[in-house]
């Protein structure tokens, strides 16, 4: 696969099938992970597939609460805001909360999740571009994912479903659910570049518009 | 560029040339990264990109200090001990203190910067995707770069200097130096993906080896 259809249409893909993924897959997916770049090369990362029928059921369990935490806390105000309105923003934002229930409802059904921790990395620049290559070459190999940090809101329970030491500094920086999607790749609608970007300094135009996406 | 070439390949390139990235390359490294998923698609982030040469010439002077205190601070203990050492860590870190050597006295030369800007996104999963997926755009373009958080150690000078705003939430993600290599391309040696990789619970081995990487 292009570079650029990979970089276009790797989306957060919720909806799939409980269809295990291959060895091969899983296999290519932490290879390209371990190659992307960390502060001072320190690949201070641990990552951890989990597909055992069991711990998926408890870590369902756990997100389904994760979820309910979520939308109480954090979104509570986009989601009220979105149920009462009809805006771009709202009914995108509905597409979401749809999209989360799914996932809420069928946590324990996703054939593969991959836990990535990471340890002395505060600002998370040595974590995501690892993660985000897994998610890459996983949408290579026609494998949908979608990545979210609620866990955390639950992490004392997550790590230990896990086994996970409480006392060496390992942080799960975020877990990422796999499978194959029902439904279709296309490219996410986003706000255009040239809205959030300046050039030399801040507020002044970037000196191009890009009105439609560069790809295809 | 096929996907698992540029997941192989984008490693961090501080040696580059001082010639300038043309504005296509550009608007394609934007749009790239502004295709990333980021949490609730909150899209809170800004970018800018930096080729003024009087600006180029204020930030080279903080990098310079941003990297003294680097080496003093976080990374002292590992200066000491690369510097003592011929084990194969200590080499490979006195090969990372050369090239970031060479980016500090080398700064402003840079043809172009790229910094990026978030806003209410604690763990970075929000923002990282959307920068390594413009650096491995720049590296389909024959661009390189290299992701450094450093001038946070000269936050408010760096701010003062890009006109950021500082009462609106606004944090420094990082900044990506490009440019076009004067070396190679190659993949990059890390620790085997099942050295850091667990299966359901923490320290079960995920179940295969990779010894050699998968590509090409």
Not at 29 to 58: C, H, T, Y
Not at 69 to 87: F, H, I, M, P
Not at 109 to 123: E, H, K, V
Not at 164 to 175: H, L
Request: charged fraction near 25%; include cysteine.
């Amino acid at each position: 696969m292009d570079i650029r259809e990979a970089l276009y249409t790797t989306r957060a893909m919720r909806r799939v099938t409980p269809d295990a993924i291959p060895e091969d897959v899983q296999m290519r997916v932490l290879d390209a992970a371990i190659r992307a770049p960390s502060g001072g090369n320190g690949q201070s990362w641990r990552f951890m597939l989990v597909d055992d029928i069991e711990q998926r059921a408890k870590l369902g369990d756990l997100y389904r609460e994760c979820i309910d935490v979520l939308w109480a806390t954090v979104y509570a105000d986009r989601v009220e805001s979105a149920g009462a309105n009809d805006d771009p923003a709202s009914v995108e934002f509905r597409r979401i909360i749809n999209s989360v229930n799914w996932a809420q409802e069928n946590f324990a059904t996703y054939p593969l999740l991959l836990f990535a921790f990471d340890r002395g990395d505060g600002s998370g620049g040595s974590i995501y571009p690892a993660v985000w290559s897994a998610m890459l070459q996983a949408r290579a190999d026609g494998v949908g994912s979608s990545l979210t940090t609620v866990l955390n809101f639950k992490n004392e329970e997550t790590f230990e479903v896990l086994g996970v030491p409480a006392d060496k500094g390992w942080k799960m920086s975020c877990c990422v659910p796999m499978g194959y999607p029902t439904g279709k790749w296309g490219v996410a609608k986003r706000k255009p570049a040239h809205w959030v970007s300046y050039r030399n300094t801040w507020g002044t135009p970037v000196g191009f518009e890009i009105d439609e996406p560069l790809w295809p």
